[in-house]
């Protein structure tokens, strides 16, 4: 049984780039969240996605988007990158009846220069 | 006031010791407690669920009081394994989790 799996593991941008980072969720679930790990600090909620849908957001601004496939995978896209969103970036999956049973991906490890 | 706060840590003890964490959560309405475990560089793993009862997992004993929104974690007879970051995580009403900064555990020989 698949866990979480998250692609690429390491990536480097340059400020102003555009990145997408992949997930594909543990087998059976159907809901995506996504969150930031900044260097000693605990993960933060981005976003929710459930049926191809956005369900809920944490006060992330609109440069962080998202997408759900009908397969249930999910990307996230973050615009116009900063200095200040170099961290971790966790996918965790979930059934959106157990939605607080939430399986974590290793994550994608995002430097931005 | 942070949504969840955990003790700053570090926390250095020796193997064999019994060493306690701590957290106090804002939002009274919280359902869903927990802590995690989260290796360097890996990530966050579920330790355990935490309920009003209180509730054991062999060495590890987690505890929730919800008058006073504070929430514990014990281990006991520490092993060099256990060192980590502990993360003191609660429900949200968003569908989201929550997490504390995390409080790191080093146990020496």
């Known amino acids: 049984d698949a866990g979480v799996t998250q692609s690429p593991t390491h990536l480097i941008k340059t400020r102003g780039q555009q990145v997408t980072l992949r997930c594909s969720p543990k087998?059976?679930?159907?809901?995506v969240s996504w969150y930031q790990q900044a260097l000693g600090q605990g993960p933060q909620f981005i976003f929710q996605?459930?049926?191809?849908?956005?369900?809920q957001r944490g006060n992330f601004p609109d440069r962080f988007s998202g997408h759900q496939f009908p397969n249930y995978s999910s990307e996230l896209n973050v615009n116009a990158l900063l200095l200040g969103d170099s961290a971790l970036y966790l996918c965790?999956?979930?059934?959106?009846?157990?939605?607080?049973?939430?399986?974590f991906g290793p994550g994608t490890r995002l430097t931005v220069l | 006031r942070k949504e969840v706060e955990q003790d700053p840590g570090p926390f250095n003890v020796p193997e064999g010791a019994t060493v306690a964490f701590n957290c106090t959560y804002s939002?009274?309405?919280?359902?869903?407690f927990f802590w995690y475990r989260q290796d360097c560089r890996k990530e966050p793993k579920l330790l355990m669920s935490v309920y009003s009862s209180g509730n054991e997992d062999g060495r590890f004993t987690a505890q929730l009081n919800r008058a006073s929104q504070y929430i514990s974690l014990l281990i006991r007879d520490s092993k060099l394994s256990d060192s980590a970051t502990y993360l003191c995580v609660v429900g949200g009403s968003q569908g989201n989790l929550i997490f504390g900064k995390g409080t790191k555990l080093s146990v020496k020989p």
């Open positions: 087998s059976g679930h159907d809901t």
């Open positions: 965790a999956s979930s059934l959106q009846l157990r939605w607080a049973a939430q399986y």
């Open positions: 996605y459930y049926e191809e849908e956005e369900r």
């Open positions: 939002n009274s309405a919280s359902q869903s």
